[in-house]
């Protein structure tokens, strides 16, 4: 059962391919699952610990360059944030073509 | 006064007219609550990032900052982190499992009028707080700006929204709120070139003459601490289960659009929310904070002031008719969610069974526009003195405690069922709410009720709330697992849905 979420080539040898069965379909979306979820909870707690931190103690009270150690590591989450997302959806998409394959044979079938 | 007046008046008659245009395709209830599904994703991230970046981030961030420094910032960190959140866990499931409401997902494993009655009853009163937040906020803001009564004020807000929602529906709603995040984005970006103009180049130029103490975090008591974190994760947590942001993910076609929807929502809020601060920084060096409290003690003049300061009248009064816009559009944002919850969940499917026709059902969504609308307006005129942050806490922290935890473990957990989706919307609203009533903000001397201590040492609930609301879902579930009809639709085929979208 191949994971492999790669779309097909200029060549189109994936397209001489057996569209994947459902089976493997729910396989790949439960790994997206389970890292986008291992990336929510991770993001959550560094979030949080940049709240803990800035509040309660003064690791993060220094300035550099005129502008707060916090600011710039609220700054650097943003980004961090924004980076996270932009993988995801890449990732995601790389999936649909996968997905998009099987329900395309799906309905060849009439369904099943 | 006369050309803010002016500006305001513009603005109005374009969303006027978006709506005259819109009203000739609302005619059907997809139409009216969810736009068709048609909206485009990038406009559909535009219309989300506008839900969330109210008056309140615009002239209360600023304000803040503006006034105290970085304890200001707060309030903007969490927002790209709850949209971060909602892309990786909740866009895309709820896209694929909702049609008109968050209710629609939920009733998707677990039918029945009970869960669906309760959860339209939490959607109700979340976007009730947050529709009186908004109205009591602009008509104070008008107010202060126009020199109009506040009660004028938020009766002619209120004759607004009704007319956006009533006849032009989602579409309407949506193209307004677009309109909307491009003026904010524009004003915003003004405000920045003006600021670095006179202060700059450099952003940290603007910030180098100030004292670190007002650019830099402070260690805070123990209590503030934990007062933070709580609202920290109320704010993070909150927004998946806040009904009027979470139901513009059923206006696009499909779960990919839904996820690009929410990426050009993120990079908005990461771009506006790393401006602010900027900006109030701006206005504490062009003013100094002492006439920043002198217009208004929570500072929220601030970005008016300083628009009039780097831009005169005419700048000062495209401020106001932008900040009025984005009360509008948002306002209108929650309104149309509510009038889902009240004429698909409650009278469709609960009171009549679902045997209501479309005709029916939408004639009763354009009524209860009105009804909510009067509601809040009643509800805003007696919550003058209220203090809004606040209520705006608590509703986060409500649907935080409330919808999250049913919406999540719907779609994620196969041994959740009716019983603990029950007890964790009950249980979560009894919880937040019985927590806020015991909180300073209700007993001892900054509440309510002066000469009784707060039981609870906390003004915002989240950090107990929500996981007691996880905790009373896994409880109910346990308790109702030997349930037959508690179990609702196979896990595996929700599981499917949620994941591929079939």
Known sequence: MSLDTSPPTAAGTRLTQPAPDLDSILDIARRRRRISLTSAAAVLVLFMSYIVLTTSTTVLSGTVAGLGLAYWIGFSIFAAVLVVAQVYIRWARRMDVTIDAYLAADEKNGGR | ?502
């Open chain 2, 1 to 502: 006064m006369a050309l803010s007046v002016f500006i305001v008046v513009a603005i109005i008659g374009v969303t006027l007219a978006i709506t005259y245009f819109a009203a000739k395709r609302n005619t059907s209830t997809e139409s009216h609550y969810v736009a068709e599904g048609q909206v485009g994703p990038i406009g559909n991230g535009l219309a989300i990032s506008g839900d969330y970046v109210s008056a309140a981030s615009f002239l209360g961030i600023t304000g803040m900052i503006g006034i105290a420094g970085f304890s200001g910032f707060y309030y903007a960190t969490a927002v790209p982190i709850a949209y971060l959140l909602v892309l990786l866990i909740i866009a895309e499931p709820l896209r694929n499992l909702g049609r008109f409401t968050l209710a629609d997902a939920v009733a998707a494993r677990f039918d029945g009028r009970g869960l669906r009655g309760a959860l339209a009853v939490t959607t109700i009163v979340i976007s009730a707080m947050y529709m009186v937040i908004q109205f009591v906020g602009a008509g104070l803001l008008v107010q202060m700006l126009l020199g109009i009564e506040f009660w004028v004020a938020v009766v002619v807000l209120g004759g607004l929204m009704v007319v956006y929602t009533m006849f032009g529906g989602m579409l309407a709603t949506t193209w307004v709120q677009v309109l909307k995040t491009g003026l904010l984005i524009g004003a915003t970006a003004l405000l920045l070139f003006l600021v670095l103009a006179k202060f700059g180049p450099s952003p940290l130029q603007v910030t180098e003459p100030l004292s670190g103490d007002l650019t830099s975090s402070q260690p805070q008591s123990t209590t503030r601490t934990l007062d933070v974190v709580s609202q920290q994760l109320a704010l993070a947590l909150g927004v998946m289960g806040l009904p009027h942001v979470m139901v513009r993910f059923l206006t696009v076609k499909d779960g990919p659009a839904a996820r690009k929807s929410g990426l050009v929502a993120l990079w908005i809020f990461s771009i506006f929310y790393m401006v602010l601060p900027f900006i109030g920084y701006g206005a504490m060096r062009a003013l100094g904070s002492g006439a920043l409290v002198d217009a208004h003690p929570q500072g929220n003049l601030a970005i008016v002031q300083l628009a009039e300061y780097l831009g005169g009248p005419v700048l000062e009064a495209i401020v106001i008719g932008i900040t009025l816009a984005t009360i509008l559009a948002v306002l209108a944002g929650v309104a149309i969610a509510t009038s889902g919850a009240f004429a698909h969940d409650l009278y469709t499917h609960v009171i009549k069974n679902g045997k209501a026709s479309n005709e029916q059902q939408l004639k009763v969504a354009r009524l209860s526009l009105l009804g909510i609308a009067i509601v809040a307006m009643v509800l805003a005129l007696g919550a003058k003195g209220f203090n809004l942050g606040f209520l705006a806490n608590v509703a986060f922290a409500v649907a935080a405690g409330t919808s999250l935890p049913v919406l999540v473990l719907s779609i994620y957990w196969r041994g959740f069922n009716r019983v603990g989706a029950v007890w964790a919307l009950v249980g979560g609203l009894g919880v937040s709410l019985g927590l806020v009533m015991i909180s300073p903000n209700v007993l001892g001397p900054t509440g309510l009720i002066t000469g009784v201590d707060p039981l609870f040492p906390l003004t915002i609930p989240a950090l107990v709330s929500v996981p007691a609301g996880f905790l009373l879902a896994y409880i109910g579930s346990r308790v109702g697992s030997s349930r037959p009809d508690a179990i609702g639709t196979d896990f595996a085929i929700i599981e499917r849905r949620a994941l591929i979208g079939r």
